[in-house]
């Protein structure tokens, strides 16, 4: 199955700064590379999402850039802003009827 | 706005008592997955389900739980007899197809078992 790990567990920035989390996968195979956002005690969201045949997407404050020859991919945000407080999960997958395997999650914390 | 329906909210249970959680999700929505969420955990995934038919269910502990989704809409988890490590969130998540697309979840349903 596939094996995902982000990096860091937590990150801690001042507001207005910029934040990266990177997530490392196995399968090769995997084609759809989503970003979950969940804030605490709600459902995970998708914030934004990549397939395999690009290498960057961009919306607004957020991008995702993918690298599948070293099977990781990377969520930015800029411009940070105490709402961008959350864990978020990374959730490669695509194949397999669209199964999705979540890593275990990075806590950021903006402040103000 | 469409939403993934899940019931109970929460659920207090006694160990060796069976429960049962339900899940209703987007109209039209063919894939539907059962994920477990421990807190400090990513979700992990239970049951997938493609319409009525069970597509993945490798991590799911069969001895105890089993899931359904006889009409290929509306689905249930049941965990029969609970344990005390099976205390969790149980998210319940649907898409269009399954391959490339978003998954939506619902507001979960928190399981404590005393």
């Known amino acids: 199955g596939e094996n995902v790990e982000q990096h860091p567990s937590t990150l801690s920035v001042q507001e207005g700064d910029s934040a990266v989390i990177k997530c490392t996968y196995s399968d090769s195979a995997s084609n759809y590379f989503p970003w979950y956002k969940q804030e605490l005690g709600k459902r995970p969201q998708l914030i934004i999402d990549i397939r395999s045949n690009v290498g960057e997407k961009k919306d607004q404050r957020i991008a995702v850039t993918l690298n599948k020859t070293a099977k990781h991919f990377s969520l930015h945000i800029t411009e940070t802003q105490p709402e961008d407080s959350a864990v978020y999960f990374c959730a490669p997958g695509g194949t397999s009827y669209g199964k999705l395997t979540f890593g275990q999650g990075t806590i950021l914390t903006v402040h103000p | 706005e469409a939403e993934v329906a899940q019931s109970p909210r929460y659920k207090i249970t006694e160990k060796s008592q069976a429960v049962a959680f339900w899940c209703d999700p987007i109209?039209?929505?063919?894939?539907l997955y059962w994920y477990r969420q421990i807190l400090g955990q990513g979700p992990e995934l239970l049951v997938q389900f493609q319409d009525e038919s069970v597509v993945d269910d490798s991590q799911l502990p069969k001895d105890r739980f089993s899931a359904e989704r006889l009409k290929g809409v509306d689905s249930t988890l049941k965990i029969q007899p609970a344990e005390l490590g099976d205390s969790a969130m149980y998210l319940c998540a649907s898409s269009s197809r399954g391959f490339r697309t978003e998954a939506f979840f619902g507001q979960g349903t928190r399981l404590t078992v005393v």
């Open positions: 109209s039209g929505h063919a894939t």
